[in-house]
Every structure is written in C-alpha cells, then in structure tokens.
C-alpha cells in the first residue's frame, strides 16, 4: 500500500488520488497538517530525497518566514524542525510506498516511479 501525504485541499493531492482511484493503486491519504507529520517521517523523506526536492521555496509559508526561521533550513536538524513547525513547506503530494521508497511531486516522471510502486 502506498501512503500519500499532502493537504486534503491541495489541488495537486486531490489530482494524484483520483489518478491512483483511477488505477485500482491501495493508497492511504494523510493529511501533514491534520495528521501531524512526525519528525522521523520528515528525516527518513528528507535522506530519500534531499532538501531541494522536498522543501518548498517557492510558496507563500516560505515567503512569509522570518529570516531567523528560513536559516533553520540550513542545517539538517533544523530542516526537519521547521518542516514539522510548517506542513505548508512540504513539496507535495509526498508518496512513501511500502517498502519505504519515497517520491515526491506529481509530474510524469513521478508518476511514473508512483506506478511502479503500486
């Protein structure tokens, strides 16, 4: 089963589960703000994937830090700290399929590594 992680109102989220609906994939959907993201899960996504491809720079959660909180991205510890603090921050949907393999995004080339997953 492949759990998907993003907002329950992120377009992009809603796009991926029907597309999973659409191919009979078993997923579960949680929600990074209402199901509370766990430090160990941000940590294990952040070593699958680094940084650049799971920290989300280019919304307004980003745009809205203070630079005391944007410096925390700076060290790996602190990443995952604000990335807990700050769902938001999280590139989404996030895909983590049984075996633990992580992929994040939506594009064709996800989509793709999603179905291999399935």
């Known amino acids: 089963m492949i759990t998907v992680w993003g907002l329950k109102n992120c377009d992009t989220c809603k796009k991926a589960r029907a597309w999973l609906d659409g191919r009979s994939v078993s997923h579960a959907f949680k929600d990074v703000r209402a199901d509370a993201v766990a430090a160990g899960d941000v940590k294990a996504w952040l070593d699958a994937v680094g940084a650049d491809v799971l920290l989300n720079r280019r919304g307004t959660t980003w745009r809205g830090l203070d630079d005391a ?40 080339a996800e989509q793709a590594r999603v179905e291999a997953l399935g």
């Open 69 to 108: 909180a944007r410096a925390k991205a700076e060290t790996p510890a602190g990443l995952v700290e604000l990335l807990v603090a700050n769902p938001a921050l999280i590139k989404r949907p996030v895909f983590v399929g049984g075996d633990g393999t992580v992929v994040v995004g939506f594009g064709k």
